[in-house]
């Protein structure tokens, strides 16, 4: 457990509805910048998940463009946002390094 999370318990929670993605129902995987890395763990990752990516993304480009935000009780909440696309781009970088490695030998 860190630091943050040990002293100030509530802090992860302000933090994460201060940032503001979670009004229009947005994961922070959701949010990553899609370099060769994160694009390749997409390719990985089974087609009904990056249909709700699509589908919340797109939600969230209509909500933005009306200047709205969802109703409260479909904000995304901390307990619920999962990491479905970061442990395949953690693997993507890892094999990508020991490509590297190999190839350097």
């Known amino acids: ?16 509805n201060f940032a503001g993605f979670n009004q229009y129902g947005l994961y922070r995987d959701d949010l990553l910048h899609e370099t060769e890395d994160v694009k390749e763990a997409l390719k990985r990752v089974p087609p009904h998940i990056i249909e709700e990516r699509d589908f919340r993304l797109v939600r969230a480009m209509q909500l933005d463009l009306q200047k709205k ?4 009780e479909q904000w995304t909440k901390l307990e619920e946002d999962i990491h ?5 781009v953690q693997d993507v970088i890892r094999e990508r390094k020991e490509k590297e490695a190999w190839e350097a030998q």
């Open 69 to 72: 935000v969802l109703p409260k």
């Open 1 to 16: 457990m860190s630091y943050l999370k040990r002293t100030f318990p509530g802090f992860q929670k302000w933090a994460y």
């Open 84 to 88: 479905y696309l970061l442990p395949h």
